[in-house]
């Protein structure tokens, strides 16, 4: 019965939100919003909806250490009901944000589709793309201390 649910709900979103083709979201799984890519499945075992974003890619391999730990600190402290939770890509090492709506909580009207992608899921992409610059750059500035002061020694 959730299944069913489930269609109705994504067929009750496309028609709100003006997506045209219920039935291709249904298929495909693949939303776009502005220009970004959202995953958007039924885990059926756990009676929830699943949506899955990419963050970007990460650069140089010294990077990859700061933002690992970036995306495992940001997974701590969540007290909501649909909270982000950051993991890696296991095919492209790229990192993803993940958000797990329970169904009956989206049936019921507690939280909206809508309201996670455009207010939680698409201002996190900015915020996440500004928070990594900012990591970066102070790896990079400990990288560079830490390598004027062994000079100077």
């Known amino acids: 019965m959730s299944a069913n649910e489930?269609?109705?709900?994504i067929q009750d979103f496309c028609d709100t939100t003006g997506v045209a083709s219920a039935g291709e979201l249904l298929e495909r799984?693949?939303?776009?919003?502005?220009?970004?890519?959202?995953?958007?499945?039924?885990?059926?075992?756990?009676?929830?909806?699943?949506?899955?974003?990419?963050?970007?890619?990460?650069?140089?391999?010294?990077e990859k250490e700061a933002l690992f730990e970036l995306l495992l600190e940001?997974?701590?402290?969540?007290?909501?009901l649909c909270w982000p939770i950051f993991s890696l890509d296991p095919e492209t090492g790229q990192p993803l944000v993940a958000y797990h709506v329970p169904l009956q909580a989206l049936l019921d009207d507690v939280?909206?589709?809508?309201?996670?992608?455009?207010?939680?899921?698409?201002?996190?992409?900015?915020?996440?793309?500004?928070?990594a610059r900012e990591a970066l750059a102070s790896q990079q500035s400990v990288v560079d201390g830490g390598l004027l002061h062994a000079t100077r020694a």
């Open 74 to 80: 940001a997974n701590l402290g969540h007290t909501m």
């Open 111 to 131: 939280i909206d589709l809508t309201f996670v992608i455009e207010e939680q899921m698409l201002p996190l992409l900015s915020d996440w793309e500004r928070t």
């Open 29 to 62: 799984g693949l939303l776009e919003v502005d220009g970004t890519l959202i995953s958007v499945e039924y885990l059926e075992q756990r009676d929830e909806v699943r949506l899955l974003m990419a963050l970007g890619s990460i650069g140089a391999e010294q």
């Open 6 to 9: 489930y269609m109705e709900l």
